[in-house]
């Protein structure tokens, strides 16, 4: 390097390098990505661009373009224009730097362009760009999945690359494969497609019938971010179909479940998602009750919880009720209904958690429970996602029509759903233990006479009536199953397929459940026909403590029947209801109006007269006054019909409530026989 003498002055840097430094400070230098052939070898270099570094990295310029600009700067900076030969040096020096800039990663179009083969850059890649996918620790696609012709993997999604070798059009714009086929129960088909979305795949179960409908598969799953758009849904179904075609021995096929429980081959019992089975629900509003059968904490755990209602006979019937619906489908037994019913804060709704707590999440926040303020379709959905497990319908209290827990009680043990045309829920099956809780016994609202038969009914509070000491246990046992849940009821069915795989094994268990139900049978014909519900309990605790599911041993068989005594009361509840209807009359005299009557009418009115067959009662006052007793007169008036107890003409409609006149005013009554409130027809 030659240095300059001492004394002499620098020499002054030459137009074309103030030129370079007007360049550097007002741009960055950058080149394209370089264009390669198939096989990766360069075919040619990027092209040479800047950015400017006051505009941000989305503002790019041509580096030719930047040649006014910086000779521009120079003249504003120095007098003089610079001269075209320094221009031009410094073009060709800023070229030079741009060119050894590190090059642009290519842009997705640009790799479309390479994977499918430039005019002349050689064949696309044989595994048709497959590798593009498989490469990735993600990769959802099966061992052996192969790329059909015409179709090439970018990374931009799925190309069909055109027959007459004139270029390729867009399929897909993510990749999206079909990797698996679910067949359900029924036989029907479901497709599971997974796509790219960002950065993460997504899945989702297609019916067959919509993945050879490109609209129809745009509509199904546009929202879940389908990479589809309905200009190329044609071609979209044509690539799944061909996808599944080349893919026939890759791709695997698994049964669903479509309910959680028994399944159709007889062996099978599904417990939660993928355990062992996928569940994929008929209905989508299923899927937060889906979400709730899930284990968490251990069984070991569960049973410390459980462990001190040994004293609390009446929440271990909850505890019971929910192990014993598994043995419905090998005991040939009908659904039915276990109700908790009486006064508010005596742990109904903590024992039908119990109950829950061997299958699901019970607390109030998950949607394992179940409320009674819904519709008819949506019970019968509710009880649609389970063959052998216990279904939770809390507080009674909160109906919104009577008429409700009327159908469903009388519903229930059908096994199926009412026949419904219109494309609505069409008997649609279920086997389940329905366990109801409320301050109304589920059978105060039913006018079916066979309603105690189907339903076991418990009034007596589960945890006592110590006070204190009964609600700490209430509170200590549903803080445990609320943490605690899911593990009893997958160790139950996993001892219960193996003793009904043993030789005999359907028969012994079925045999046991006959000796219990003769035991049970009691002395009256609505015992007898309880009998085999009861016995369903009984077995179920005896084998849950064999099986030391639980840690405490059965009731005894003389401790069943006490446990449903108060049932036994409420068999005949037309009855019952006539009796509320005297104390009624007898205690509210002085609000029956008469013809003699002087006095001004009672500040909450009068409640009817006395006709000449008996009393003629305003149909509203009955109404409450068996509503504030637990019961509702329309499930009790055709018992009361069956029983003579109402005058009835059959010229009105209905023909029990009879136009009479109370202080003046015709209105609509009951007329109660005198012969039957006295009881002179006995």
């Known amino acids: 390097m030659t240095q300059e003498k001492p004394g002499k002055p620098a020499r002054p840097k030459s137009a074309a390098s103030l030129l370079v430094g007007i360049a550097n400070e007002l741009y960055t230098f950058h080149r394209t990505a370089d264009t390669r052939s198939p096989d990766g070898e360069v075919i040619s270099e990027g092209s040479a661009y800047v950015r400017p570094k006051q505009a941000g990295d989305n503002v790019t310029l041509q580096l030719e373009d930047i040649r006014p600009n910086i000779a521009a700067v120079y003249e504003a900076e120095h007098g003089h224009a610079a001269a075209v030969a320094a221009l031009g040096n410094a073009m060709t020096v800023l070229l030079g730097k741009a060119r050894q800039a590190r090059p642009d990663a290519p842009t997705a179009k640009e790799q479309v362009a390479g994977l499918l083969g430039a005019p002349g850059a050689g064949p696309i890649p044989a595994d048709r760009g497959l590798a593009i996918v498989t490469s990735r620790d993600d990769c959802p696609l099966p061992e052996g999945y192969v790329i059909p012709e015409p179709y090439v993997v970018a990374p931009d999604g799925i190309h069909l690359v055109k027959h007459d070798g004139t270029g390729h059009a867009r399929v897909t714009w993510a990749w999206l494969f079909p990797v698996r086929v679910y067949i359900d129960p029924a036989g029907d088909q479901l497709v599971e497609l997974a796509w790219r979305d960002g950065r993460r795949w997504v899945s989702r179960l297609i019916r067959r019938a919509i993945t050879k409908s490109g609209r129809k598969l ?88 459980i462990g001190d209602l040994g004293p609390y006979v009446v929440v271990r019937l909850g505890l019971y009720a929910g192990l014993a619906a598994p043995l419905l489908v090998p005991l040939e037994l009908d659904s039915f209904t276990i109700d908790f019913s009486g006064k508010s804060t005596r742990g109904k709704t903590i024992t039908a958690q119990v109950g829950l707590s061997c299958w699901a999440d019970p607390s109030e926040r998950s949607d394992g429970l179940f409320s009674w303020k819904t519709k008819i379709i949506g019970v019968e959905k509710r009880l649609n996602l389970v063959c052998g497990l216990p279904v939770v319908v809390d507080e009674t209290r909160v109906v919104t029509s009577p008429e409700l827990v009327d159908s469903v009680i009388y519903q229930i043990p059908k096994n199926h759903g009412q026949a419904r045309g219109g494309g609505w829920p069409n008997m649609i099956p279920w086997r389940a233990i329905v366990i ?142 006539l009796d509320i209807v005297r104390e009624y009359l007898a205690s509210h005299d002085d609000s029956m109006w008469s013809p003699m009557t002087t006095e001004r009418s009672p500040a909450t009115g009068w409640i009817g007269h006395e006709a000449a067959e008996g009393p003629a009662l305003l ?24 029983m003579g107890a109402l005058v009835t003409k059959e010229n009105q409609r209905p023909p029990y409530l009879v136009n009479r006149s109370t202080a003046g005013r015709q209105s609509r009554h009951l007329v109660f026989k005198r012969e039957v409130l006295s009881g002179q027809d006995e």
């Open 218 to 305: 745009v509509t199904e799953a546009g929202d879940a971010g389908l990479p589809v758009i309905e200009a190329e849904a044609r071609q979209a179904e044509r690539w799944l179909a061909a996808a599944e075609a080349a893919n026939h021995e890759a791709i695997a096929r698994h049964p669903v479940a479509r309910q959680l429980g028994w399944q159709a081959d007889g062996r099978t019992f599904v417990t939660g998602q993928d355990s062992p089975w996928r569940v994929e629900p008929s209905y989508s509003d299923q899927a937060g009750a889906l979400a709730a059968h899930r284990p968490q904490g251990t069984l070991a755990s569960w049973q410390q919880v």
């Open 436 to 577: 109801s809780t409320g301050e109304q016994a589920a059978t105060s609202f039913t006018s079916h006479q066979g309603a105690s038969a189907r339903v076991l009914s418990v009034q007596s509070p589960p945890f006592g009536t110590e006070g204190a000491d009964s609600r700490a246990a209430a509170e200590s046992v549903r803080t445990g199953v609320e943490t605690n849940y899911g593990t009893a009821g997958p160790a139950f069915t996993a001892r219960l397929q193996a003793a009904l795989a043993e030789a005999g094994g359907p028969e012994k268990l079925r045999t046991r459940h006959e000796e219990l139900t003769e035991l049970l049978r009691g002395g009256t014909d609505m015992t007898g026909r309880r009998a085999p519900l009861v016995a369903c309990l009984a077995l179920a605790a005896q084998l849950a403590a064999e099986w030391q599911i639980v840690p405490y041993q059965a009731p005894d068989a003389s401790e069943w029947p006490a446990l449903f005594t108060s049932a036994e009361q409420r068999d005949n509840r037309p009855e019952m209801a």
């Open 619 to 642: 149909p509203e006052k009955v109404r409450a006054e068996l509503r504030r007793c637990g019961y509702e007169m329309e499930a009790v008036v055709p018992g009361w019909l069956e």
